[in-house]
């Protein structure tokens, strides 16, 4: 089957950001350990499309097909755009005919395990605490790396909460899903071992002597908003 690549593909109005679209999508792709073959099949175009948006800089893909991207990929047309990067999310308009949809489990899980920075809520003696934490899913559990004497691993043994959620300021629609367990420190050489091996980054401060943190996903929920028209 021929592989033609779309009439929209370049656009002169085309902003600077878009040049990296490529970059991002297979920096995404790959971090979903996803092929070329598979995004494609799953967004509805040719895997030489794929191909070609990711091998050439100038490459600027239709909304249609930055959307679909954008679902396969579980992100959003702004961020595989590069655009909000230093923005505050939440600053864009409403969308007219929005509609508030509950997450089943299955796909809170599934969202959860496609980002990489929650934030964790937890009580302390000096009042509530929220912080942004670096994550991982492992064996159904998300998982990070803190230092000890930190307020996160204070947490050890506390009912936390931990929320991760994801905007897309260009379609006035969004997610979030919110995991509600308990916290403990995970100690045992062989349970550190696998979490070394699966675990998808070390903590973005760096820092040595880390500990790690786990939550249980028992409790889990969530919504999206979704937009049509």
């Known amino acids: 089957m021929s ?10 109005a085309a902003d600077s950001a878009q040049g ?23 967004a509805g175009t040719a895997p030489g499309y794929i191909k070609y948006i990711e091998d050439q800089p100038l490459a600027a893909p239709g909304i249609g097909v930055l959307i679909r991207l ?11 755009r590069g655009g909000g990067a230093d923005l505050p999310p939440g600053v864009g308009r409403a969308a007219r005919h929005p509609e508030l949809m ?12 496609t980002h990489g920075v929650g934030r964790l809520a937890v009580d302390t003696p000096s009042g509530p605490y929220i912080g942004p934490l670096n994550y991982s899913v492992v064996d159904g559990a998300v998982v990070c790396r803190t230092a000890p004497g930190s307020i996160p691993a204070a947490a050890d043994g506390a009912l936390v909460a931990f929320e991760v959620d994801h905007i897309d300021e260009a379609l006035s629609q969004g997610w979030s899903v919110l995991v509600r367990g308990r916290a403990r420190t995970v100690t045992d050489p062989a349970a550190v071992r696998r979490l070394e091996e699966l675990a998808y980054s070390a903590p973005w401060v760096g820092g040595e002597g880390l500990v790690w943190l786990s939550i249980d996903t028992a409790d889990i929920s969530g919504r999206r908003i979704k937009v049509d028209g």
Do not use: K, M, Y
């Open 3 to 12: 592989q033609e690549i779309p009439s929209n593909t370049l656009s002169p």
């Open 20 to 42: 990296d679209i490529g970059r991002r999508i297979a920096q995404r792709r790959e971090e979903l350990g996803l092929t070329r073959e598979e995004t494609a099949a799953r």
């Open 70 to 80: 954008a679902d396969v990929l579980g992100t959003s047309v702004t961020a595989l």
């Open 102 to 113: 509950v997450l089943d489990t299955e796909e809170c899980r599934a969202r959860l395990s």
